[in-house]
């Protein structure tokens, strides 16, 4: 952990990150307090008096003139001291307020404070008397993270457990990444040995199968599993990505085959479920073995599910020619002429 200051901005920035330390040296920050103060009364600096046609560019609405690339390194400072979550409008807000207060970053990061739109992101941080925080917006920043990859290892998905009303709720009750950690890890423990019951509950009651992850999420939120059982929520909501992804993966080994991890993301980006995956590799072995026998290029894992099960048109049309062909072996009786790469005449392929 280190400080690091530049002649524009004194105050000084607390910062752990290796990567973020050195992109921060090569734009000019210094560990040297002394360095930074004695440069800031040159041009661009913070105690610069003067005037100069470097400065005198881009206006505020409070008059003052900055150059773009002064603006723009304002604005990288604010989304290095303030975390990944302070979008554009507010960093632009918080430029806009950095230059009308003369420069002062608590007036600005104040004025940001205010808005709706810092309301609703840092849902909870802001304090009764409106000024002050919980958590400076770099902490509430790790913190919503930490919360996140809690959830992620369970098989949760993050972004939709993880509601403006969630996050407000774990702020304003100053609960730690390690207490959620806690109290999230107790409750997939208890529901982990209670899952079969759980499932013939849900099936004898709603007529409903739910998968490990979808039970979890409902015993984290009664909501969500009203919301499974409606049909409001469904399963791609609130299983994790990678949870799935694994899954996708592993129906491809039980049914013989294999696919790398690329192409089971590229698979379940293109919208491809468990249950589709389950069906269409059970197809794979029998349609490669048929294209081979017929003198056809065998296509890959993932050109047969994109045609089988996901509905692109090229991998469907030669998937229905490898079906077709089987299905009329028998066209040779009637006449119908086959061609040296096994494609029947006399049945038109499209």
């Excluded at 920035?13 to 930074?36: F, H, L, Q, R, S």
């Excluded at 794979?284 to 599910?305: E, K, T």
Aim: without cysteine; hydrophobic residues 35%; negative net charge.
């Amino acid at each position: 952990m280190v400080m690091l200051y530049r002649k524009d901005y004194l105050a000084g920035y607390n910062v752990t990150n290796p990567k973020v330390i050195a992109d921060m040296k090569a734009d000019g920050y210094t560990e040297n307090k002394a360095e930074a103060e004695a440069a800031s009364t040159q041009p661009g600096g913070q105690n610069y008096t003067g005037s100069s046609t470097q400065t005198t560019t881009a206006t505020s609405t409070g008059g003052t003139k900055l150059t773009q690339a002064a603006r723009d390194r304002i604005k990288k400072s604010a989304k290095i001291k303030f975390g990944n979550l302070l979008t554009d409008s507010m960093v632009d807000m918080y430029v806009t307020a950095y230059i009308d207060s003369g420069n002062d970053a608590d007036e600005a990061i104040a004025v940001v404070r205010q808005s709706p739109e810092y309301q609703n992101i840092y849902a909870g941080n802001l304090n009764e008397d409106k000024a002050t925080v919980k958590y400076t917006e770099a902490e509430y920043s790790q913190n919503i993270e930490a919360f996140g990859r809690k959830l992620e290892a369970i098989g949760v998905k993050a972004d939709f457990m993880l509601t403006a009303e969630r996050k407000k709720q774990l702020t304003e009750n100053l609960v730690s990444p390690d207490e959620f950690g806690t109290r999230v890890n107790a409750v997939y423990t208890n529901i982990l040995n209670s899952i079969p019951q759980v499932k013939e509950f849900y099936m004898r009651s709603f007529g409903r199968t739910l998968t490990d992850e979808e039970i979890i999420a409902s015993a984290i939120d009664p909501k969500v599993g009203e919301g499974i059982i409606s049909g409001t929520i469904a399963s791609t909501d609130v299983i994790s990505a990678n949870i799935t992804r694994a899954k996708i993966g592993a129906e491809a080994l039980l049914a013989g085959t294999d696919i790398t991890a690329d192409v089971a993301d590229q698979l379940l980006k293109m919208g491809l479920s468990v249950d589709k995956a389950r069906r269409g590799f059970q197809q794979v072995r029998a349609l490669q073995q048929q294209a081979a026998a017929q003198g056809r290029a065998v296509m890959s894992v993932q050109d047969i599910i994109e045609g089988t099960e996901l509905g692109q048109m090229e991998e469907m049309r030669a998937v229905q020619n490898i079906i077709r062909q089987t299905e009329s072996k028998s066209a040779a009786v009637l006449g119908a002429q086959t061609t040296q790469t096994g494609a029947v005449t006399g049945l038109i392929e499209q």
